[in-house]
């Protein structure tokens, strides 16, 4: 198995209304992925509560092979969910590794 967390920090120039409206929209539309991706075995999104951390968003999520990652990083759908950062994203962090 692969797990695939990655990590989203939103600017500081935005208002926290506009990031929470944001992260609440990735957080549907990624979360709904498994219906529309079938390599998807887990996905779930978390919402940073921390205000003094610096990222905003985590992504986890499972699939059984590196393939199936890049499959899922290309597909459409995903790259819709994505979008809905792209007015508010400052960077992104990830990791995949192999898991038991």
Request: proline letters at 4%.
């Amino acid at each position: 198995m692969v797990k695939h967390i990655v990590l989203f920090k939103l600017r500081d120039d935005v208002s926290a209304s506009e990031k929470l409206a944001a992260m609440k929209q990735f957080k549907l539309a990624i979360e709904a992925l498994p219906s529309k991706i079938p390599v998807i075995r887990k996905i779930e999104v978390g919402l940073n509560i921390n205000p003094e951390e610096k990222w905003s968003i985590a992504l986890n999520s499972d699939f059984n092979t590196l393939d199936d990652v890049k499959f899922y990083s290309k597909h459409p759908e995903h790259l819709k969910a994505g979008a809905l950062l792209a007015g508010v994203k400052e960077s992104r962090a990830c990791v995949d590794y192999e898991s038991d």
